[in-house]
Nanobody, 126 residues
Framework: QVKLVESGGGLFQAGESLRLSCSVA????????MGWFRQAPGKEREAISC??????????AYAAPVKDRVAVSRDSAQWTVSLQMRSLTPEDTGIYYC?????????????????WGQGTQVTVSS
């Protein structure tokens, strides 16, 4: 059974940094690209960043508001993927999801991701 579990969400103050983790089980981790998405209230899910199957040979930051503030990494020994985001603003509030894409390559489209976690809530106060 495939399972992705996000952790690290919570309440943050503007200007702080966060680190989210996603633990993965039940799939061949090294064969999947791992993406991070978020969904703010009343908005569509948007891609934040992704790391491909080659263990951080390629990363991509997508959403313009976070492009220069995020870093993603993966640990193939621990089967985890992490997202770091600095200089948080209230606009970063939302549910953050990790997802696994077959084929090993990153995509900005949620439809390319076969497996999803339940999400972790991030709330940033001003």
């Amino acid at each position: 059974q495939v399972k992705l579990v996000e952790s690290g969400g919570g309440l943050f103050q503007a200007g702080e940094s966060l680190r989210l983790s996603c633990s993965v089980a039940g799939l061949r981790f090294r064969e999947f690209a791992m993406g991070w998405f978020r969904q703010a209230p009343g908005k569509e899910r948007e891609a934040i960043s992704c790391i491909d199957y080659r263990s951080s040979r390629t990363t991509a930051a997508y959403a313009a508001p976070v492009k220069d503030r995020v870093a993603v990494s993966r640990d193939s020994a621990q089967w985890t993927v992490s997202l770091q985001m600095r200089s948080l603003t209230p606009e970063d509030t939302g549910i953050y999801y990790c997802a696994a894409a077959r084929g090993g390559y990153c995509s900005e489209s949620p439809t390319e991701y076969a497996f999803w976690g339940q999400g972790t809530q991030v709330t940033v106060s001003s």
